[in-house]
C-alpha cells in the first residue's frame, strides 16, 4: 500500500481509503448497502491487513448506525494508527438546528459523532456540504475551536463548488484559524468536471483530494452494461447522476477491454486511472462483500501504462465549456515524482 501526505499536513495516508456508507444500511442508505457488525469486523479487518489506514463516515450515514459499527468494530484498535474521518451538515433531526454548518450544530455533532465512535479525537473533520445560510467565519471558528479542543485533528471540505473553497480559505487565512487539508469531491472517468476547478486549486492550495464513489457507484466496475442496471440503481438511490449515458458506456467498454488484456477487473483500471491524476491522495472505496472489496484493494498496486492511459483520456473527454477551452493547468504534483498537466481545453 502506497501512503500520500494528505495536502499541506504532515498526515499520511493510504491511497485507497475505507468508506462505510454501506454500513448499518437504514433509511435510505439501505438502498447502498446494508454491511451488519459481523461483517463490517470483517471488511474492516481486510482493509487494516491490506495497509489501509483511513476509514471513512459520516453522521448521516444510516443516522449515525455506520459510525456506531464502526466504534465497536474497531474496539481498542485505533492504537495502530488507525485514523478515522466524519462529516456533519445533513439533516440528523427535526429540529431548526439540526442541519446546516452553525457553531451550535457543527460542535453537538462533532461530539455525538465522537461518543458513537468510541474515541476521544476524530482525524478529519468534513463540513459535509455548502450551507448558504450560516457566515463562513462562524463555521470555521467552531472548526477552529473543536481543533484547539483537541477533538478534530485536522478540517476539510466536501462537495464545495471552487469559489467555495476559496472564500473559506481566505477566512481561515485572515484570522489565522484552522485550514482546510483537504476536500472530498466526486470525480471519475465518466465525471472530470473537477478538473475545471477542483483540482487545481488543490495543487495551487495544497488540498489533498479524497475521491468518494470512484466507481460512479458501480458503473465503472465493469460488471454492468448498457442493458443491465446497476443495484443500486434498481434499488432507488441516484447518486452520481449520469447525464449522457451512450459515453458512460463506451468508457466502460475500454475498461472492459483494458482488463481483459491485463486479466484484471474493469473497476481496477478505472481506480488506478484516478491514483494517477494530480492531487489524488485516496480514493474512498466501499464494499458490499469481501470480494467485492479485494478486487477494489488490487487497484492500489496497478500502473497503466500512458498508452492506455490516453485511451482512458479520449474515450472520457467531457463538454469543453467556455471559458476553459482556451486554457491550461501546468503545475508541479506534490503527490507523484512528475510534473503533470491539467489540461482543461480536453482537446
Same mark, same amino acid.
Given at each position: 500500500?502506497e501512503?500520500?501526505?494528505?495536502?499541506?499536513?504532515?498526515?499520511?495516508?493510504?491511497?485507497?481509503?475505507l468508506g462505510t *456508507?454501506?454500513?448499518?444500511?437504514?433509511?435510505?442508505?439501505?438502498a447502498?448497502?446494508?454491511?451488519?457488525?459481523?461483517?463490517?469486523?470483517?471488511?474492516?479487518?481486510?482493509?487494516?491487513?491490506a495497509?489501509?489506514?483511513?476509514?471513512?463516515?459520516?453522521?448521516?450515514?444510516?443516522?449515525?448506525?455506520?459510525e456506531?459499527?464502526?466504534?465497536?468494530?474497531?474496539g481498542?484498535r485505533r492504537?495502530n494508527?488507525?485514523?478515522?474521518?466524519s462529516?456533519?451538515r445533513?439533516r440528523?433531526?427535526s429540529?431548526?438546528?439540526?442541519?446546516?454548518?452553525s457553531r451550535?450544530?457543527?460542535?453537538?455533532?462533532?461530539?455525538?459523532?465522537?461518543?458513537?465512535?468510541?474515541?476521544?479525537?476524530?482525524?478529519?473533520?468534513?463540513?459535509?456540504?455548502?450551507?448558504?445560510?450560516?457566515?463562513?467565519d462562524?463555521?470555521?471558528a467552531?472548526?477552529?475551536?473543536?481543533?484547539?479542543q483537541g477533538?478534530?485533528?485536522?478540517?476539510?471540505?466536501?462537495?464545495?463548488?471552487?469559489?467555495?473553497? *476559496?472564500?473559506?480559505l481566505?477566512?481561515?487565512?485572515?484570522?489565522?484559524q484552522?485550514?482546510?487539508?483537504?476536500?472530498?469531491i466526486?470525480?471519475?472517468?465518466?465525471?472530470?468536471e473537477?478538473?475545471y476547478?477542483?483540482?487545481?486549486?488543490?495543487?495551487? #492550495?495544497?488540498?489533498?483530494?479524497?475521491?468518494?464513489s470512484?466507481l460512479?457507484?458501480?458503473?465503472?466496475?465493469?460488471?454492468?452494461?448498457?442493458?443491465?442496471?446497476?443495484?443500486?440503481?434498481?434499488?432507488?438511490?441516484?447518486?452520481?447522476?449520469?447525464?449522457d449515458?451512450?459515453?458512460?458506456w463506451?468508457?466502460?467498454?475500454v475498461l472492459?477491454?483494458?482488463?481483459?488484456?491485463?486479466g484484471i477487473?474493469?473497476? #481496477?483500471?478505472?481506480?488506478?486511472?484516478?491514483?494517477g491524476?494530480?492531487?489524488?491522495?485516496?480514493?474512498?472505496?466501499?464494499?458490499?462483500?469481501?470480494?467485492?472489496?479485494?478486487?477494489?484493494?488490487a487497484?492500489?498496486s496497478?500502473?497503466?501504462?500512458e498508452e492506455?492511459?490516453?485511451r482512458?483520456?479520449?474515450?472520457?473527454?467531457?463538454?469543453?465549456?467556455?471559458?476553459y477551452?482556451? #486554457?491550461?493547468?501546468?503545475?508541479?504534483?506534490?503527490?507523484?515524482?512528475?510534473?503533470?498537466?491539467?489540461?482543461?481545453?480536453?482537446?
Amino acid at each position: 500500500m502506497e501512503y500520500r501526505t494528505l495536502g499541506r499536513s504532515g498526515l499520511k495516508v493510504s491511497t485507497l481509503t475505507l468508506g462505510t *456508507m454501506t454500513f448499518g444500511g437504514s433509511g435510505p442508505f439501505a438502498a447502498v448497502g446494508n454491511s451488519d457488525l459481523a461483517e463490517a469486523k470483517r471488511i474492516i479487518d481486510t482493509c487494516i491487513d491490506a495497509g489501509i489506514n483511513l476509514i471513512d463516515t459520516a453522521n448521516v450515514y444510516s443516522n449515525g448506525l455506520s459510525e456506531e459499527i464502526i466504534g465497536e468494530a474497531l474496539g481498542g484498535r485505533r492504537k495502530n494508527d488507525v485514523l478515522i474521518a466524519s462529516k456533519a451538515r445533513m439533516r440528523i433531526g427535526s429540529g431548526p438546528n439540526d442541519e446546516g454548518l452553525s457553531r451550535h450544530h457543527l460542535i453537538r455533532e462533532c461530539e455525538k459523532s465522537l461518543k458513537r465512535l468510541r474515541t476521544d479525537v476524530i482525524d478529519i473533520y468534513f463540513v459535509h456540504q455548502w450551507d448558504g445560510l450560516t457566515p463562513v467565519d462562524e463555521t470555521i471558528a467552531a472548526l477552529d475551536t473543536l481543533v484547539n479542543q483537541g477533538k478534530i485533528r485536522y478540517i476539510g471540505c466536501s462537495n464545495y463548488s471552487g469559489w467555495q473553497v *476559496m472564500k473559506a480559505l481566505a477566512v481561515s487565512d485572515s484570522r489565522h484559524q484552522a485550514r482546510f487539508v483537504t476536500q472530498q469531491i466526486h470525480y471519475t472517468l465518466e465525471a472530470r468536471e473537477a478538473e475545471y476547478e477542483l483540482l487545481p486549486i488543490s495543487v495551487d #492550495q495544497g488540498l489533498g483530494v479524497l475521491v468518494w464513489s470512484p466507481l460512479a457507484g458501480g458503473l465503472l466496475s465493469g460488471k454492468y452494461h448498457r442493458d443491465s442496471p446497476t443495484a443500486r440503481q434498481l434499488g432507488g438511490w441516484k447518486e452520481p447522476p449520469i447525464r449522457d449515458e451512450d459515453r458512460l458506456w463506451r468508457i466502460v467498454d475500454v475498461l472492459v477491454d483494458i482488463g481483459k488484456a491485463r486479466g484484471i477487473s474493469g473497476a #481496477q483500471v478505472a481506480l488506478a486511472w484516478l491514483l494517477g491524476r494530480p492531487a489524488v491522495s485516496s480514493l474512498v472505496i466501499g464494499a458490499r462483500n469481501e470480494a467485492q472489496l479485494k478486487d477494489n484493494l488490487a487497484a492500489a498496486s496497478l500502473s497503466l501504462t500512458e498508452e492506455e492511459r490516453q485511451r482512458l483520456d479520449v474515450v472520457s473527454r467531457p463538454p469543453v465549456l467556455y471559458p476553459y477551452w482556451h #486554457q491550461q493547468f501546468t503545475a508541479r504534483d506534490r503527490f507523484g515524482p512528475a510534473d503533470q498537466v491539467l489540461d482543461r481545453s480536453h482537446a
